[in-house]
């Protein structure tokens, strides 16, 4: 076993974490991350309505009994989602943990927090991870560069993200952006980091509800195989390559408006991928780690091989890399 801040704080037993992602982060992917031993999260606004919510939270209680959490994204719209009726659904339910992302969690911090619940928040930056802390949150998950989805606009990669992060924090932090091994888990912890957070690996897994042709994708794919789309209008996420993407990065780098790709981008084509098995169909996020995946094993396969690798580098590689220096010779 691997001990860290994380998981005597938060009561897991790996340091490892699945994070919310849309339309992927449903009850039997979630159960079975937290029957490995890992920490896994519903993704709220993946549900239709806080009821549904509600029903999915109840639907994964009955597939474990270990601990997991909610994701809660909170992005602006014009017409936004009932945030304070997820929220509320999430504490009725009574979920331990939530995971905040997108804009700042303040609105909702004091509900969970008066519930007892812990808030873990995903930053993109060290200064926007200092400001979390600051308002309360319990951990903070930092995502590097290399994340799927949206990266931030300051093009940090983990390598010097993630120490700069540690440097400046006191809670609990996770890595994001760049995981799936015990390679990747050693790194972060050397790094200063208590845990990672995956999301693309736990997408290649048996109990990903997504379907089998995008998880063959991802163990096809090298990491030089995604996209960064709205990077013009500073909102830049990172996603697979193919025919829609392409066709997005061209239309805007030709000066495009939003308007003109709203229709390529849109979530019920992005869902219809992973139903469908289309590739082509729509956009779909993936991370640059998928040139690091090459299988398809069950969640429990995939968190138990990273700890004990993980428990072999540190102990074997690492530990045996120290030499004790040879004495001196007097006179």
């Not at 849309?22 to 999260?41: I, K, T």
């Not at 969970?112 to 873990?120: R, S």
């Amino acid at each position: 076993m691997i001990r860290t801040r994380f998981t005597e704080e938060f009561g897991v037993e790996h340091p490892v974490v699945q994070g919310g992602m849309q339309w992927v982060g449903r009850a039997p992917l979630v159960a079975a991350v937290a029957n490995s031993g890992a920490l896994g999260f519903i993704t709220a606004l993946t549900q239709p309505t806080p009821e549904d919510l509600a029903k999915e939270i109840a639907r994964c209680r009955e597939l474990t009994d270990r601990p997991f959490g909610v994701n809660l994204t909170i992005l602006p719209a014009i017409t936004p989602p009932p945030y304070a009726e997820y929220r509320q659904a999430i504490i009725d339910a009574g979920v331990p943990i939530v995971e905040t992302a997108g804009s700042n969690p303040i609105e909702h911090l004091e509900h969970f927090h008066t519930h007892g619940i812990k808030v873990i928040h995903k930053c993109t930056s060290v200064r926007h991870a200092v400001k979390a802390e600051s308002l309360g949150v319990d951990a903070v998950s930092i995502d590097g560069f290399e994340c799927a989805g949206h990266p931030g606009e300051d093009d940090i990669p983990g390598l010097v993200l993630i120490p700069a992060a540690a440097d400046r924090l006191s809670i609990p932090m996770l890595a994001s952006g760049g995981f799936a091994d015990a390679r990747g888990l050693v790194a972060a912890l050397a790094l200063g980091a208590d845990g990672i957070n995956m999301g693309t690996r736990f997408m290649a897994t048996v109990e990903s509800g997504i379907h089998q042709n995008v998880k063959d994708r991802l163990v096809e794919a090298g990491e030089r195989d995604t996209q960064l789309i709205f990077r013009q209008l500073r909102n830049t996420s990172r996603v697979a390559d193919n025919a829609v993407s392409r066709e997005v990065v061209e239309r805007l780098n030709d000066g495009a408006a939003f308007e003109d790709v709203r229709e390529l981008v849109a979530g019920a084509r992005g869902v219809g991928v992973y139903e469908s098995g289309d590739l082509d169909a729509g956009i779909w996020s993936a991370g640059m780690v998928q040139g690091l995946i090459n299988d398809i094993p069950t969640c429990d396969e995939l968190v138990t091989r990273i700890v004990r690798e993980a428990a072999g580098i540190i102990r074997n590689r690492l530990g045996g890399a120290l030499v004790e220096p040879a004495p001196v010779a007097a006179g």
